[in-house]
């Protein structure tokens, strides 16, 4: 150690690479580390609140948290490296590693890292080893029980799932206070093809989501945002879109963000109050006048966040927040609220009563422009355990909401599919899939999609900004498979582009209830952008409905039977008039497009 310390940086890399292990150290924040790390071998208890005054002179940490935990500080990006390193040497006693508590704070990605060597060498390991006895013993068993080596092959996996759910509590407690996260909720096999595995996937997702009347009705919701008025509402704009989104027949109209603040709002939300220079005859009235016109009113939240230049945001105490190093995460512009917060949880919770009350509000689309990192270290065993409650209070406030708002729908967006998970979709019933812009890059993701959540679920931007034929129709099959979200320049549309996208609503208004009964099935696999067709389906017992697209050809052959659609005959059922030629021949279904770019939807 004395030797380390007179020159620390080279000494120890030496050190390092006579073990093979410089590898660890590639990084800036990781190299400084090793500098704390020589300086602090001193003391035994390597990885927990030493040389606290040596880290702060190097400032591995805030100067002014003296809480002398090194991964607490620095985060969990240095803490994987520094895993490698506890791992590969900890049985080194030149470094006089003495502290069991070597992953504790750190998550499962480590924990399934360690596991591969806990397993390794359990038999070679004593209960009094400098890991501690309450992680390895000589029976090989694993944290507390979670799986046992060699008991069969899946007990490395069982370990891999399960054991996250103690780190992600920060360690200290035992396993059976790790609460709902400690369950992994499905593990399928299909025998088949990707077309099985995706349908009973879908068929999982529906069987744990909460029933709600959305996902049986699957409404369709304008949306004002999307290559509309994107952020920049009036009380005269609005109540012109509203007479346009009623005409097509939509049932929900939402009013998106900019609604509560008259000029640049994106760093001033949080108090969710109308701008009366926006709506100088109240909100009130331009929610009433949707509803005048047969449509349930929405609006735009993003609930979970206040703007750093929110004026309740600046009164408000910091523990209201979630915080790193004694101050307030800020990520685009906002602070981001902690759920774990009783006040929190109730001034959110007052919000939503009062835009229901106030509006008649019966829809929400909940936004979330931001990334929390890796989580709080306020009031917290880790960072890592303030997410882990943060979500679960989320997740409780939802079911509050909807036992108290039976008929509620809520959106999530997440940024445009962000957080589109199945924490947050067991409980809300319709997902924004994206914020991409462009009609045609859309529909990669509009063939792709029912892969990661159910199609009724799966919101699809509708939003011609184009008074043209084509663009119209490619649009709308864009999004009839799924959750047709229209949008769009409706103002600059036609009489044929506005019928084209009436014909839409209505058509899918028809087979809406096969899209939440059928399974996805990817004829083509799955596409991206280097391809020059691209096909999506939905198939029932009776039927198969094919989107068919051709973004950079005016032709397609799209493999049938080996895909498991049976069906020998076709027809084009969107848009009514067809406007294409097309057959099937040895279980395959080829196609004529009018010309580039065009799509289809077709009935097998």
């Avoid at 940086?9 to 790390?37: G, H, P, S, W």
């Avoid at 360690?114 to 060498?121: N, S």
């Avoid at 509590?169 to 992994?184: E, I, K, Q, S, T």
């Avoid at 729908?409 to 445009?416: K, L, P, W």
């Amino acid at each position: 150690v004395k030797s380390i310390l007179s020159d620390p940086l080279e000494k120890f890399k030496c050190f390092l690479q006579r073990r093979n292990i410089f590898y660890v150290f590639t990084m800036d924040l990781t190299v400084n580390f090793a500098v704390e790390a020589a300086d602090g071998l001193a003391r035994a208890d390597f990885y927990k609140g030493f040389g606290t005054e040596l880290l702060h002179r190097m400032r591995a940490v805030d100067p002014e948290d003296r809480a002398g935990s090194l991964f607490d500080q620095v985060g969990l990006d240095i803490g994987s490296r520094c895993f490698d390193l506890a791992v590969d040497i900890g049985y080194d006693g030149d470094l006089g590693i003495g502290n069991g508590d070597v992953i504790e704070h750190f998550g499962q990605p480590f924990g399934s890292r360690f596991h591969e060597r806990a397993v390794e060498r359990s038999t070679d390991v004593k209960e009094d080893s400098p890991f501690g006895t309450g992680f390895l013993h000589g029976s090989g068993s694993f944290f507390d029980g979670f799986g046992t080596a060699g008991d069969d092959d899946l007990a490395g996996a069982d370990v891999f799932l399960r054991q996250g759910a103690e780190h992600a509590g920060g360690g200290d407690d035992d396993v059976g206070a790790a609460g709902d996260l400690r369950h992994v909720d499905g593990l399928g096999v299909a025998d088949g093809d990707v077309n099985e595995a995706m349908a009973e996937l879908t068929e999982y997702r529906r069987k744990i989501r909460r029933p709600n009347e959305d996902d049986e009705k699957l409404n369709v919701v304008f949306n004002d945002y999307m290559n509309c008025l994107m952020g920049d509402p009036t009380e005269e704009k609005e109540k012109a879109i509203i007479d346009k989104a009623a005409a097509m027949g939509c049932e929900y109209y939402c009013l998106d963000c900019g609604w509560y603040d008259k000029g640049f709002w994106w760093d001033r939300v949080g108090e969710w109050k109308e701008s009366p220079e926006r709506f100088p005859n109240t909100l009130k009235a331009v929610c009433d006048y949707a509803k005048e016109k047969g449509m349930v009113m929405g609006l735009w939240l993003e609930i979970e966040v206040m703007g750093v230049a929110c004026e309740l945001a600046n009164k408000l105490p910091d523990d209201w927040f979630i915080c790193r190093h004694g101050k307030r995460h800020i990520d685009n512009k906002r602070y981001l609220l902690d759920f774990r917060n009783p006040e929190v949880r109730k001034y959110c919770m007052d919000v939503v009563d009062r835009l229901i009350e106030d509006y008649g509000v019966g829809y929400f689309k909940v936004d979330y422009n931001v990334t929390m990192g890796y989580g709080s270290d306020l009031y917290a065993d880790s960072c890592a355990d303030a997410i882990r409650d943060h979500y679960l209070y989320l997740y409780e406030w939802y079911k509050e909401i909807f036992c108290k708002h039976p008929d509620l729908v809520i959106e999530n967006c997440g940024s445009g599919g962000q957080r589109m998970d199945y924490g947050m979709l067991k409980l809300l019933s319709l997902q924004s899939t994206s914020d991409q812009t462009d009609y045609v890059y859309n529909s990669y993701i509009a063939s792709n999609v029912a892969s990661a959540v159910t199609p009724e679920q799966a919101g699809m931007w509708v939003y011609p900004y184009k008074d043209e034929r084509e663009h119209v129709i490619y649009n709308m099959v864009n999004g009839l498979l799924l959750r047709p979200y229209m949008s769009g320049m409706v103002w600059d549309m036609g009489e044929e582009s506005l019928e084209l996208m009436r014909e839409g609503i209505s058509l899918y208004k028809e087979i809406r209830d096969d899209v939440k009964k059928g399974v996805p099935v990817f004829p083509l696999g799955f596409t991206d952008t280097r391809d020059d067709v691209l096909a999506y389906a939905i198939k029932t017992e009776s039927k198969t409905y094919l989107a068919v697209f051709t973004p950079k050809t005016d032709k397609a052959e799209i493999p049938l039977a080996a895909a498991g659609i049976t069906g020998t005959s076709a027809k084009v059922i969107y848009p009514a008039t067809g406007d294409c030629t097309y057959k099937v021949e040895d279980g395959k279904l080829q196609v004529a497009m009018p010309q580039v770019i065009c799509a289809r939807l077709f009935e097998i």
